[in-house]
């Protein structure tokens, strides 16, 4: 036997922000005009003080000021969160990824030296594969081929990394003093946690009533 | 939210000749192995095709899903109710660009995924192109969908594809806040009054057959996944995650005293299952191919939101932008 169905028809919308839509049901569905292909920048979160910043994934932005913001709505709703940060996808180097017992150090090309100053830079490793590329510490290097091979001898020892990721310090645009304000009222927000949903007394009143009402 | 499997699409397995057979068996003694796949590794044409086609259904599912219950934000009972509902929603489409992001590693842009949304060619979750008429509608979507949904990405979240396991483990973690307001929202409609009571009552019974649909057409008539399974691209079949499903909340719906609109819905004590009443099929086909009673209006909010943003992305554009596949 098939279930019958009661409203399998087309219906006129019932959203009432759709009906005061202007041109709502006029417009023919075309592909839309190629604008939206933004930037993607990587972002990275660091959940408590003390605790390394972590990869979390990317936003899609204008700039790296909305990149910055967007990452904080996308990623840092809920759970704690103390600081992040992010930079333009194109400006993280990325070493070849491995597998097994080889590391990743292993295969990077011969150092070049580089020509211009030296400067900072963030190194990212990748020490499970599956899970999230973790912060080990910062290098200085006058570019980014010298800056993977500083890495491998100040973090590579005797551990096999699977990934390595370096990024320019300067092309990272980092949590200051006055954005930590962003998150103080996270602890607040208990709607968004399960915890806030207790409704067991409620039940277990209404299971009493229906036990005596029959 | 989203249920896998909602297409009847079958996939070709010939392109496998193509593949050099020593990276093939690497890959899948890989995933036998239990490791993860990432973007940079070697990965048969086939899965990335499946992959690409299951995390944009599921992105578009999100965005869409969205769709009928943020109509119900401005008319919530009250303001505990309405800023909950409003972090669902924030939550949905939250998840949409974090599924956008694990899908387009694989290398499609996200521009292309809502080019296809747009236009049609890509499907999302059937079960919204069913209208949320009142706000029991909307509470049954808040607990019993998002429950559904969570049986599916929990599954989901144990794949072979580490991008889409991160995401999945985030979205799973919010998805309990979700599931937790929706039942909240439903015992107090079913320890209110007659009349919220009858309320819930009459969403239960609009909505439980595209419940029905929600996991995908039945093992029986479904194209066939032993090739997506043996991935870890799909963990469990449709079927396993139906009865997945009724074994958790079929108990809690009739511990309120609801009626599910189902005279053949009984656990059977020899295998185990449970037994209902086959769904319409053909509705779930006729619907998933546009025929349904609001997916001309959902495409439309989409097409409408696409063009009233226009100006802003005009305004955005810079030559210094360059659109680079994701990481990881």
């Known amino acids: 036997m098939l279930l019958n169905r009661s409203i399998a028809f087309m219906m006129k919308p019932i959203d009432p922000r759709v009906n005061r839509l202007p041109g709502f049901g006029q417009g023919s569905i075309q592909p839309k005009a190629p604008l939206d292909q933004l930037g993607t920048y990587e972002v990275f979160v660091q959940a408590k003080e003390g605790k390394p910043f972590?990869?979390?994934?990317?936003?899609?932005?204008?700039?790296?000021?909305?990149?910055?913001?967007?990452?904080?709505?996308?990623?840092?709703?809920?759970?704690?969160?103390?600081?992040?940060?992010?930079?333009?996808?194109?400006?993280?180097y990325v070493s070849p990824l491995t597998d097994g017992q080889t590391s990743s150090y292993?295969?990077?090309?011969?150092?070049?030296?580089?020509?211009?100053?030296?400067?900072?830079?963030?190194?990212?490793?990748?020490?499970?594969?599956?899970?999230?590329?973790?912060?080990?510490?910062?290098?200085?290097?006058?570019?980014?081929?010298?800056?993977?091979?500083?890495?491998?001898?100040?973090?590579?020892?005797?551990?096999?990394?699977?990934?390595?990721?370096?990024?320019?310090k300067s092309n990272i645009r980092y949590t200051n003093e006055a954005d930590k304000d962003l998150w103080l009222t996270l602890p607040e927000k208990k709607y968004r946690d399960a915890a806030d949903y207790k409704a067991g007394d409620k039940l277990t009143a209404f299971l009493e009533r229906v036990k005596h009402s029959v | 939210m989203y249920g896998g499997g909602n297409t009847f699409e079958g996939i070709k397995t010939d392109s496998l000749a193509q593949e050099d057979p020593q990276k093939l068996a690497e890959f899948e003694a890989r995933i036998a192995r239990g490791e993860k796949i990432e973007p940079t590794d070697w990965m048969p044409e086939l899965y990335r095709k499946q992959l690409v086609r299951m995390?944009?259904?599921?992105?578009?599912?999100?965005?869409?899903?969205?769709?009928?219950?943020?109509?119900?934000?401005?008319?919530?009972?009250?303001?505990?109710?309405?800023?909950?509902?409003?972090?669902?929603?924030?939550?949905?489409?939250?998840?949409?660009?974090?599924?956008?992001?694990?899908?387009?590693?694989?290398?499609?842009?996200?521009?292309?995924m809502i080019d296809d949304l747009i236009t049609g060619k890509s499907k999302y979750s059937n079960i919204f192109n069913y209208p949320a008429f009142t706000w029991a509608d909307s509470c049954f979507i808040s607990w019993l969908v998002d429950a559904g949904a969570i049986v599916n990405q929990l599954a989901n979240a144990k794949g072979s594809y580490g991008p889409y396991c991160r995401a999945l483990d985030r979205?799973?973690?919010?998805?309990?806040?979700?599931?937790?307001?929706?039942?909240?929202?439903?015992?107090?409609?079913?320890?209110?009054?007659?009349?919220?009571?009858?309320?819930?009552?009459?969403?239960?019974?609009?909505?439980?057959?595209?419940?029905?649909?929600?996991?995908?057409?039945?093992?029986?008539?479904?194209?066939?996944?032993?090739?997506?399974?043996?991935?870890?691209?799909?963990?469990?079949?449709?079927?396993?995650?139906?009865n997945q499903f009724l074994d958790m909340y079929v108990p809690k719906i009739w511990e309120l005293g609801f009626t599910i609109p189902d005279p053949n819905l009984k656990k059977n004590p020899e295998?185990?299952?449970?037994?209902?009443?086959?769904?319409?099929?053909?509705?779930?086909?006729?619907?998933?191919?546009?025929?349904?009673?609001?997916?001309?209006?959902?495409?439309?909010?989409?097409?409408?939101a696409e063009e009233r943003g226009q100006w802003v992305r005009e305004a955005l554009k810079s030559p210094s932008l360059r659109y680079v596949t994701p990481l990881a």
Not at chain 1, 116 to 139: D, F, I, M, N, S
Not at chain 2, 279 to 293: C, L
Request: hydrophobic share 35%; net charge neutral.
């Open chain 1, 54 to 92: 972590q990869h979390e994934g990317i936003v899609h932005a204008s700039d790296i000021e909305l990149a910055y913001i967007l990452a904080k709505e996308t990623f840092t709703r809920r759970f704690t969160c103390v600081s992040l940060y992010v930079t333009e996808t194109r400006d993280v």
């Open chain 2, 55 to 112: 995390i944009e259904q599921h992105a578009h599912s999100e965005i869409i899903g969205a769709l009928p219950e943020g109509t119900w934000i401005t008319r919530a009972p009250g303001f505990k109710r309405k800023l909950s509902l409003m972090a669902k929603v924030q939550d949905e489409v939250g998840h949409a660009q974090l599924l956008y992001s694990a899908a387009e590693t694989l290398g499609k842009s996200r521009e292309q």
């Open chain 1, 106 to 168: 292993e295969l990077l090309p011969p150092a070049t030296a580089g020509n211009g100053p030296t400067e900072a830079y963030e190194v990212y490793h990748l020490v499970k594969r599956g899970k999230q590329h973790v912060h080990v510490g910062e290098v200085m290097a006058s570019s980014p081929q010298e800056a993977m091979h500083s890495a491998k001898e100040k973090f590579g020892a005797g551990k096999v990394v699977y990934n390595v990721w370096v990024i320019r």
């Open chain 2, 171 to 242: 979205i799973c973690a919010e998805e309990s806040f979700h599931l937790k307001y929706g039942h909240h929202c439903v015992i107090y409609l079913a320890s209110g009054t007659e009349k919220q009571r009858q309320m819930f009552q009459e969403a239960l019974n609009r909505w439980w057959p595209p419940m029905m649909h929600f996991f995908g057409p039945s093992d029986k008539i479904s194209a066939h996944t032993e090739v997506l399974m043996r991935w870890k691209v799909k963990m469990s079949t449709n079927d396993d995650q139906r």
């Open chain 2, 271 to 304: 295998t185990g299952r449970w037994d209902y009443t086959e769904p319409d099929w053909e509705e779930f086909k006729r619907v998933i191919n546009g025929d349904g009673p609001c997916n001309k209006e959902r495409l439309e909010v989409r097409r409408v």
